[in-house]
């Protein structure tokens, strides 16, 4: 379709055109058929008339000839009927029938007597189109003498048929061809709109270009039609400027938010790291004058003293404690990671071994599957063994006979879920969220010791795996901490740090 | 019972005997005798002559036969069948001319040959049509008179003894005459 010249061939012109050309075709057929009917009984009545008063004045002029059975006479009568070329035969019969005198145009049979009714005086009969057939009686003085009886062609009547035909057919042709041409002039007022818009509509859905409109012609209906289908656009063209302005800013927005929260916790962790790294050496000078106070004037300090000096080293020792495990912590978001496959049962076995050398003298059953591999980070993954193993051992120390389990099981998806199980000291399941918050604690820390960070690091080396992590427990029934490992994720850190 | 059905001989002999009888009907009807040829033209010249309107006036048609009649009932056969002039027509047989003053038409037979002048001159212009089979009638004076041509039965016409007694013999009658004498006094 193109732009110009469419609404002459659009196929709503082209119908209406078609349905003004049937109509006009089949009225102007009807109204030729029933004229030509009409005319055809007229001229065949009036040659059935004309024939038959031939036949009558042959009859006339032959009641000598058949009166005093001359038939000389009568067939010279009947050759007088050579001046009107369409007779093709006549005779002269007797009133028994027999033939008496004949006429033929051309060569042939004598023609047989007519099938005349006994009583009728004219008869006629057409043969098709082909010939009429006229019979006259004869009679003088109410005796019959005999019959006329004359055989001529329908040629005028076929011929006139012919014409009439051909005149209709050209006139049917003719006017079909006008009806079109009016109608296509017409009907251009709505078929030029109509087929505008259509072509429109097919522009729009192909090519989404709301911004054209159509030409606003025509009245009524059609003119209505325009003008909605432009105002429609209208509204389309402006809920689409303000969908894309709104979804612009959004994007906007998003970027400056996500911008500016990088930033602020960039600077959270350099505030962090460098808060943390800060406050190690005022620490280290605690600790090292405290030990140096113990050590040098061992001899002058009294026990409350040296009592008092030793909890001083001892919380700056959990202090240093804190700060370290605050650093990894945060170095955590910041390390580049390298994934390989990591052998977790080894891993299990090495974090055991340590514990049983930090604390020889408890009984610990402990289960590790074999032949756990997983693909990960191996230093952050070593950090989250030593976590949830540690804590297994740290709160399965009050049980006599203490039981640690490390294992894999199958989750919900079918994909590989790893865990660590204790029958210690548990936890009410009610806090199970809170453990991963940082300085989340749910035992006091004379019950058992720790910063608090363990499980928030577990949780933030798990995430960067793609993995989650969650725990199961009971109060004095023991805990199972599970985690999941899928791909190794590298956006949150900055390259090279 | 045997006895009475007709064997195979006797049915050809019958079937031949029936077919002759047959064609013999056939052959008689298929040419009819020449008097009842000429009983019918004389009751067709009727038809086709004209009398003056007091000749015709209230009485049937009247057809006159003047000495032996050779048509016999043929005539008489005719005459019952039909009308001419749409009035009935009436036979009349005569042996003398005298008695001819009601005929409107007088066939003279052959026997009147030797009285030919008589008669004319007693028929002489009163409106008679005077028809005879007598040789050369119409030369002699007569109106019409029959010929033979082969077989079949013709007629002559002389139109001015019929001019002169009133008559007047129509373009159709003139048509099938063999001989039509014009006189040429018009």
Redesign the interface.
């Known amino acids: 379709m193109t732009a110009t010249g469419l609404p002459r061939h659009s196929p709503v012109a082209r119908q209406l055109a078609r349905i003004n050309m049937a109509a006009s075709a089949s009225a102007l057929l009807l109204a030729g058929i029933v004229l030509a009917a009409y005319d055809f009984i007229t001229v065949r009545d009036t040659l059935v008339a004309n024939r038959l008063v031939q036949a009558q004045i042959v009859g006339s002029n032959s009641t000598s000839a058949l009166t005093f059975d001359d038939d000389r006479v009568a067939t010279e009568i009947l050759g007088a009927l050579r001046a009107a070329p369409q007779i093709q035969a006549a005779a002269l019969f007797r009133p028994d029938g027999a033939l008496f005198a004949s006429y033929q145009r051309d060569a042939g049979n004598p023609p047989a007597f007519p099938p005349l009714p006994p009583d009728a005086d004219l008869w006629h009969q057409t043969d098709g189109l082909r010939a009429l057939h006229v019979a006259t009686r004869v009679q003088l003085e109410n005796q019959t003498l005999g019959f006329v009886y004359i055989r001529s062609e329908l040629g005028d009547l076929r011929g006139r048929l012919l014409a009439y035909t051909g005149i209709l057919l050209v006139v049917a042709v003719m006017a079909s061809l006008a009806s079109q041409w009016v109608a296509r002039v017409s009907m251009r007022s709505i078929s030029q709109p109509l087929g505008e818009l259509a072509e429109l509509a097919g522009r729009l859905s192909a090519e989404r270009d709301y911004s054209v409109r159509a030409t606003a012609t025509g009245h009524g209906e059609v003119g209505v039609l325009v003008s909605a289908f432009n105002d429609m656009l209208a509204q389309i063209q402006e809920r689409d400027r303000s969908l894309r302005d709104s979804h612009d800013l959004l994007e906007r927005r998003v970027e400056e938010r996500t911008a500016a929260l990088n930033a602020s916790n960039r600077e959270l962790e350099a505030f962090c790291y460098s808060v943390s790294h800060d406050l190690r050496s005022p620490l280290r000078s605690i600790d090292g004058f405290s030990q140096a106070l113990l050590e040098d004037y061992a001899d002058t300090l009294n026990d409350e003293a040296t009592d008092y000096l030793g909890r001083i080293r001892a919380a700056t020792q959990r202090m240093g404690t804190l700060i370290d495990d605050l650093l990894s912590l945060s170095r955590i978001s910041r390390t580049q990671l390298t994934s390989k496959p990591v052998d977790l049962t080894a891993m299990a076995r090495s974090v055991i071994d340590d514990c049983r050398t930090l604390s020889p003298d408890r009984q610990v059953d402990v289960v590790i599957a074999e032949g756990v591999t997983v693909n990960g980070d191996a230093r952050l993954l070593r950090q989250v063994m030593d976590n949830l193993l540690g804590n297994a051992w740290k709160f399965s120390s009050r049980q006599p006979q203490a039981r640690i389990e490390f294992g894999m099981t199958t989750g919900e998806r079918g994909e590989p879920v790893y865990f660590v199980k204790d029958n210690g000291a548990g936890f009410d399941p009610a806090y199970a969220q809170r453990l991963f918050g940082v300085f989340q604690r749910l035992h006091a820390m004379t019950e058992f010791p720790g910063t608090g960070v363990g499980l928030a690091i577990v949780e933030r080396i798990i995430q960067r795996h793609s993995g989650r992590v969650w725990a199961d427990a009971a109060v004095g029934k023991g805990a199972t901490f599970y985690f999941t490992i899928g791909a190794l994720r590298n956006d949150g850190a900055p390259s090279g740090a | 019972m045997a006895a009475l059905v007709p064997g195979p001989r006797a049915r050809s002999l019958a079937l031949v005997l029936v077919t002759w009888l047959l064609t013999g009907i056939v052959a008689a009807a298929q040419a009819p005798a020449e008097y009842q040829?000429k009983a019918?033209?004389l009751f067709?010249f009727g038809?086709?002559v004209e009398w003056p309107a007091a000749a015709v006036e209230n009485s049937p048609f009247t057809i006159c036969v003047l000495g032996d009649d050779p048509m016999g009932h043929w005539l008489d056969d005719v005459a019952s069948?039909?009308?001419?002039?749409?009035r009935p027509v009436r036979v009349q047989r005569l042996t003398d001319v005298e008695g001819a003053g009601g005929c409107q038409m007088v066939f003279i037979s052959a026997s009147e040959e030797l009285r030919l002048a008589r008669i004319f001159a007693a028929l002489q212009s009163r409106p008679v049509l005077t028809v005879s089979d007598l040789p050369q009638f119409v030369q002699r004076g007569g109106m019409v008179g029959f010929v033979m041509a082969g077989s079949?039965?013709?007629?002559a016409v002389n139109v001015p003894p019929a001019q002169a007694a009133g008559l007047s013999l129509?373009p159709?009658?003139l048509?099938?005459a063999t001989t039509v004498v014009r006189g040429g006094q018009r």
């Open positions: 040829v019918a033209y067709g038809r086709f069948t039909g009308t001419i002039r749409n079949r039965v013709r007629f129509s159709e009658l048509r099938v």
